[in-house]
């Protein structure tokens, strides 16, 4: 039997879906999403904010998954199986690949402090803490080596750990849970804040456009930021997604299965809203008050909630599952990489992995500790900063470029085989007209390539103010 005949396989479509949509799912739509929100303008900027995600993180992801699927390989072979003779497409996997552990050597450490703090509430150690005591809670705990490196490991931990068991085992079962466990947890807890007293005028900024409050806040900063946000929330460009895509059979169309997984993204970040913007309206509290909303302001918040213990230890096992979805789908890649390039069993990959991306997430696990004097992105910036603009706005823009290109480009698997392959089974089809065929080979590069200019743009003035 042939090494592709005995590729592993999910279960079932519904398996497909959640790990994809857990992949897309993570910190980026419960964490960056509302805050960035009550930065521009509410509703103004949801609705700008979903017509990007339609108008080029479909198609681009679309493309992914077809690679994946047509090729049957994570991004270690896929390039390799479908370029034309004498073509060096496959080199981009190995930028493809250092994108997934440079996104893990940050991801990890913040999934860390998601499960820190879901302990911290559930024990009561930050109850009856001042709204400045919250904040010094939170900067104690970061200058801490000892405890960043203890959850940090954990959650590399717990990841490897649910990968060892096999794909459907492991990995499936694992999502279905957490992603099971995310949707009742949020439900919840939109419940209990839209009843808050006070509530409703969160409700009608969050769900209530107002266009003239964004152009006022700056126009053209909150299209970019949507842009950004609607690209980078689904983690496209370095094959996190084509592998999910090479465990499917084609009896389904990829563009309908896209929509689905679009689908349950925005209702996570939707969701979100709906749970911070009511809860921070009722306690005077601002939506818009960057990163630092989710450990100190929401955290203030549950403080001074009847039950808030509850509702806070619910608050932040729903932002774990949020970010282990991510960390276990980007770990399952890692792990098939590893796999196909090396030639390992599962679990012998699991084990090297375990100790590689431990030893990788040390500098920005100890970023805030004993590297703090560290700043490679001007001053105040951390390691976490720079792995992070090292993904979001260099590998995941320009990773997309290269999907775009070989799914459009004679000269890559072109734009006739990439039909063929994402149109295979029943349900909607990716257009193929013309006009749309220009679009997405010349105009959605276009603004992938603005993305990534603007991107270092802010940084270089960042730096140099």
């Known amino acids: 039997m042939s090494e592709k005949n005995q590729r592993e396989t999910l279960a079932s479509r519904l398996g497909f879906i959640l790990l994809s949509a857990g992949c897309a799912i993570g910190l980026g739509n419960v964490w960056r999403f509302p805050y960035i929100t009550g930065k521009y303008g509410g509703a103004a900027f949801v609705v700008m904010y979903l017509i990007f995600l339609v108008i080029f993180g479909l198609p681009i992801m679309v493309m992914e998954f077809s690679v994946g699927r047509a090729s049957k390989r994570s991004v270690a072979g896929s390039f390799q199986a479908l370029e034309p003779a004498g073509t060096k497409w496959h080199w981009y996997s190995y930028f493809a690949i250092a994108g997934n552990y440079l996104l893990m050597m940050f991801y990890t450490t913040v999934a860390g402090w998601m499960m820190a703090y879901f302990y911290f509430t559930l024990t009561g150690e930050l109850q009856g803490l001042s709204t400045a005591e919250v904040g010094d809670f939170f900067n104690k705990t970061l200058a801490n080596p000892a405890e960043m490196l203890y959850w940090m490991v954990i959650t590399v931990a717990i990841g490897f750990t649910i990968c060892s068991f096999g794909l459907r085992e492991g990995v499936e079962k694992a999502t279905k849970f957490m992603m099971s466990g995310l949707f009742i947890i949020m439900l919840i807890l939109v419940f209990r804040s839209v009843t808050l007293p006070g509530a409703g005028e969160g409700l009608k900024f969050y769900l209530m456009p ?24 689904l983690s496209l460009g370095i094959g996190a997604m084509a592998i999910f895509g090479s465990y499917i059979g084609r009896d389904r169309s990829l563009t309908g299965e896209t929509l689905n997984i679009l689908g349950l993204d925005t209702a996570v970040a939707l969701l979100a809203g709906l749970i911070i913007f009511p809860a921070c309206a009722a306690f005077g509290v601002d939506a818009g008050a960057g990163p630092g909303l989710i450990f100190v302001t929401l955290p203030n918040v549950f403080n001074s909630m009847i039950g808030g213990r509850l509702w806070g230890s619910l608050f932040f096992i729903f932002m774990t599952f949020a970010a282990m979805t991510t960390v276990v789908a980007v770990f399952e890649n890692i792990t098939a990489y590893s796999m196909e390039s090396f030639k390992l069993s599962r679990k012998k990959a699991v084990k090297i992995n375990v100790l590689l991306v431990t030893l990788l997430s040390i500098p920005c696990a100890l970023g805030f500790s004993v590297f703090s004097k560290f700043a490679p992105l001007g001053a105040g910036s951390t390691v976490l900063d720079l792995e992070d603009f090292l993904v979001s706005n260099t590998l995941l ?17 072109g734009w006739d085989n990439f ?12 257009p193929r007209n013309r006009v749309f065929r220009i679009y997405v080979s010349y105009v959605i590069p276009v603004i992938v390539l603005a993305i990534f200019v603007m991107g270092y743009w802010e940084k270089i003035k960042l730096i140099f103010s």
């Open 210 to 233: 107002d266009f003239k409050n964004m152009v006022g806040n700056g126009f053209g900063e909150a299209v970019y930021a949507a842009m950004g946000q609607a690209f980078f929330t």
């Open 397 to 413: 823009p320009l990773g997309s470029l290269v999907y775009l290109f070989f799914c459009c480009s004679k000269k890559g698997w």
């Open 419 to 430: 039909i063929e392959e994402a149109d295979a089974g029943n349900g909607i089809k990716f």
